[in-house]
């Protein structure tokens, strides 16, 4: 059942997590995976205008998730 989940999407994985709560192998699948993507690390901003585009590209980041 494993290889099932390693050809899903993380979207699909997710979906399907959120729908089989008790699945522990879906959980530990979406766990390694989300564990396994490296971080984006942003610079404090610098300028009154980098607060305001902060919060654009914490959505671009998330939509990229």
Do not use: C, W
């Not at 059942?1 to 959120?18: C, G, H, I, P, V």
């Not at 766990?31 to 607060?51: C, N, S």
């Amino acid at each position: 059942m494993t290889s099932k989940f390693n050809n899903m999407s993380r979207q699909e994985l997710r979906t399907y997590m959120l729908e089989n709560r008790e699945d522990e192998e879906a959980f530990q699948v979406y766990l390694d995976r989300v564990m396994a993507q490296p971080g984006e690390i942003y610079p404090a901003p610098k300028t009154i205008e980098d607060v305001h585009n902060f919060p654009k590209a914490l959505d671009k980041n998330n939509d990229n998730q």
